[in-house]
């Protein structure tokens, strides 16, 4: 199951080049970018690259589309419904595709950010290097289905119609998840070595590099998202890409430099709760029990997280902290659990496992809960909308005033973010470990800088994201 320990934190490597920012695209909201050249530029020559983190599984969903040449000809770059990725060249005159790559390879790991290039340059003599695809800083060679251009063909790409990122022509195939330093290279075919690099002391983990010197041609385009007003913004001082559906809070810092934490869409066992927004909205319908965990996981270290309750089915909303992944055996993995801490909303009370205790204040719709997790004090507190309870002091330390009790031998080792209700009811919540997809009225970071909470985060805590880990976990 795709998560973030301490040692893997390819995302935490220090100097070198750092993205600021990501776009976060929610496919229920249509969520999509898109332009309209003014000419048509290289159909021969081009490379599309881009970073992506992915939210929602299991379905069809572009990256990267456009209309082509004629009416029903179109190109595009995309996640299949088996979570292959497929790039295709569609020619409506000939009724069939001029080129066509579905990879072997699944892409299923929500917990990480893959690496994405397409060059193409149908001008060359061998058929192998018309259309080079790479993932992660290595060119791909095993394909399910492989078709190659014939040589000098026009793809249907860089026409004088209209292309779309994250979604296609009729928005029903809308893209879920994040995308970052996101690139179109007119006239040039590129390698994956001009967007990024391997480590020289972690030679396996790729990395991105500056782009900005790059010859983008007269159609390229180059998307950082630094400007949350103006999230198409094109940094190389070409046309912007218009958003649509795509709001200041879809500006996150969760980039292929700083991966942050989200919910674990996989860790969905005995009813179907609906992720959403980059995976830290998540929407649990009635009649059921779900018992997510989040895809950091940390064994050491003092954290801090927020989860706000958007909607309140019933009293048996919780807050906490899980020492395993739930699995289709445990049906509820609180039974006989008493690793298992949580913060309840019906009468404030905090449970071990399913032993209850009188703690703080009940909370419902709209309030914000705070954890701050002390694994080096084995120590837990929760705050409602910025107040600790039972008078807690998370800078208290081994005096653990007003704080839990954590035991110091979780059953996997480390320690999940987890949330949920238990009632059988419908119920909704936010994760907050840093990008918040609510707006935030005040604006607190952690003592590294890093992170956007509603409330302070305590002296000595830090979000999760694997620039922390790399320091702390």
């Known amino acids: 199951m795709p998560l973030i320990l301490s040692g893997n934190v390819a995302s935490a490597l220090g100097g070198g080049y750092e993205v600021a920012n990501s776009c976060r695209f929610n496919s229920g909201d249509d969520a999509y970018m898109h332009i309209t050249p003014g000419s048509a530029g290289n159909k021969r020559i081009w490379t599309f690259s881009t970073w992506f983190k992915r939210g929602e599984l299991g379905d069809d969903m572009r990256i990267f589309s456009t209309d082509g040449s004629s009416g029903s000809s ?104 994040y995308m970052a330093e996101t690139v179109f290279i007119d006239g040039t075919q590129y390698a994956a070595s001009d967007f990024g690099e391997f480590d020289e002391d972690s030679p396996t983990i790729w990395k991105p590099k500056d782009v900005s010197g790059l010859t983008f041609g007269t159609n390229g385009f180059y998307l950082d998202f630094e400007d949350s007003a103006n999230l198409g913004n094109d940094a190389n001082g070409g046309t912007d890409l218009t958003e649509v559906n795509l709001a200041a809070t879809d500006q996150t810092t969760d980039t292929p430099t700083n991966n942050f934490c989200t919910m674990n869409p996989l860790d969905n066992f005995y009813y179907d709760a609906t992720f959403s927004e980059g995976n830290l909205k998540l929407a649990q319908p009635s009649d059921t029990e779900c018992y997510p965990t989040s895809t950091i996981a940390v064994s050491q270290g003092k954290w801090y997280w927020e989860i706000k309750i958007t909607s309140s089915g019933s009293s048996k909303d919780f807050v906490g902290i899980a020492d395993k992944v739930a699995t289709a ?37 709209g309030d914000i809960i705070g954890v701050a997790m002390d694994l080096d004090n084995n120590k837990l507190y929760f705050s409602k909308n910025g107040s600790f309870q039972d008078s807690g002091d998370p800078t208290s330390g081994a005096t653990g005033t007003g704080a839990l009790s954590i035991n110091a031998s979780p059953a996997d080792g480390v320690w999940y973010a987890q949330f949920s209700n238990i009632h059988n009811t419908a119920s909704t919540f936010e994760a907050n470990f840093g990008n918040p997809t609510f707006t935030i009225s005040s604006g607190n970071a952690d003592d590294n800088g890093y992170g956007n909470f509603e409330y302070d985060v305590p002296s000595g805590y830090y979000a999760l994201c694997t620039k922390n880990l790399a320091e702390f976990g």
């Not at 695809?133 to 209209?162: A, C, M, P």
């Not at 949580?342 to 032993?355: H, I």
């Open 74 to 177: 179109y190109g595009a770059i995309q996640f299949g419904n088996d979570d292959r990725i497929v790039c295709w060249s569609y020619n409506h005159g000939t009724g069939g595709f001029d080129q066509y790559h579905r990879t072997n390879r699944l892409f299923r790991d929500t917990s990480a950010w893959y690496h994405m290039v397409m060059a193409v340059d149908t001008t060359q003599g061998s058929a192998s290097n018309r259309t080079k695809i790479y993932f992660n800083g290595v060119q791909e060679t095993s394909w399910l289905t492989e078709t190659t251009h014939d040589q000098n063909d026009d793809s249907e790409f860089n026409h004088d119609t209209k292309w779309w990122l994250g979604t296609d022509d009729n928005q029903d195939y809308n893209f879920d998840g």
């Open 329 to 365: 055996s445990d049906f509820s993995p609180f039974s006989g659990n008493s690793n298992m801490l949580s913060y309840y909303g019906s009468n404030g009370d905090s449970k071990a496992g399913s032993t209850g205790t009188s703690y703080g204040a009940t909370f419902t719709t």
